[in-house]
């Protein structure tokens, strides 16, 4: 069983920093599959913002300079860190992973069918 536990969301104020954890079980991420960070802010659709898939990191332009993400195999985890946070921040973070990959991940890893177990989600809420 595949389980994905998300951690480090809360209430911060605009140009805080916040580093979200997302701790895998149940499969091993490492170089067999990808795993991403998407978010739904509060009347919008799920979006993408970042993975991590085969030692390649991949981002969503609109987080590109402001978001980091990282994973360490050991742990069998990956990281947001999320700096200068912005009220447009305020989202539901959910952390996926996808299957092992297929030689064409790279032209999937923005999509939410492409990934097939996903954590409960943890809150960021950013005031101005």
């Known amino acids: 069983q595949v389980r994905l536990v998300e951690s480090g969301g809360g209430m911060v104020q605009a140009g805080a920093s916040l580093r979200l954890s997302c701790a895998a079980s149940?499969?091993?991420?490492?170089?067999?599959?990808?795993m991403g960070w998407f978010r739904q802010a509060p009347g919008k659709e799920l979006e993408f913002v970042a993975a991590?898939?085969?030692?390649?990191?991949y981002y969503e332009e609109f987080v590109k300079g402001r978001f980091t993400i990282s994973g360490d195999n050991a742990k069998n985890t990956i990281y947001l860190q999320m700096n200068s946070l912005k009220p447009d921040a305020t989202a539901l973070y959910f952390c996926?992973?996808?299957?092992?990959?297929?030689?064409?991940?790279?032209?999937?890893?923005?999509?939410?069918?492409?990934?097939?177990?996903w954590g409960q989600g943890t809150q960021v809420t950013v005031s101005s």
């Open positions: 991590i898939a085969a030692r390649t990191i």
């Open positions: 149940g499969r091993t991420f490492s170089d067999s599959s990808a």
């Open positions: 996926a992973v996808t299957p092992p990959l297929r030689p064409n991940f790279s032209d999937n890893l923005t999509r939410l069918t492409y990934y097939d177990y």
